[in-house]
Nanobody, 124 residues
Framework: VQLQASGGGLVQAGGSLRLSCAAS????????TGWFRQAPGKEREFVAS???????DYADSVRGRFTISRDNAKNTAYLQMNSLEPEDTAVYHC???????????????????WGQGTQVTVSS
């Protein structure tokens, strides 16, 4: 499985961005997908996840502002980010794990596949 993240950019506080994570390979219908972010000098942190059946989970810091979704026909997961804050500035990574029964995974080590990061910068 290969993952390709895109959609980052520069936005003012209060603005929105949508990140995409396109997957290729085998077994994609079983793919559990997560988004993580890493700001300079900080550890990589969980942002959101979605199961192969569409069950979602969020970090408290983004709950109510971010929405994770997936389009199985396009093998793509999305992270819609609204009401962005300067504290959301980071490199965002998508990650995957072939696990049809997994309901949540907030630990980066639990993922098997990683896309390259996409930079999100929120100006104040």
């Amino acid at each position: 499985v290969q993952l390709q993240a895109s959609g980052g950019g520069l936005v003012q506080a209060g603005g929105s961005l949508r990140l995409s994570c396109a997957a290729s390979g085998r077994g994609l219908s079983l793919l559990f997908t997560g988004w993580f972010r890493q700001a300079p000098g900080k550890e990589r942190e969980f942002v959101a996840s979605i199961t192969s059946r569409g069950t979602t989970d969020y970090a408290d810091s983004v709950r109510g502002r971010f929405t994770i979704s997936r389009d199985n026909a396009k093998n793509t997961a999305y992270l819609q980010m609204n009401s962005l804050e300067p504290e959301d500035t980071a490199v965002y990574h998508c990650a995957g794990k072939l696990a049809p029964f997994l309901t949540t995974m907030k630990t980066a080590r639990g993922y098997e596949y990683w896309g390259q990061g996409t930079q999100v910068t929120v100006s104040s």
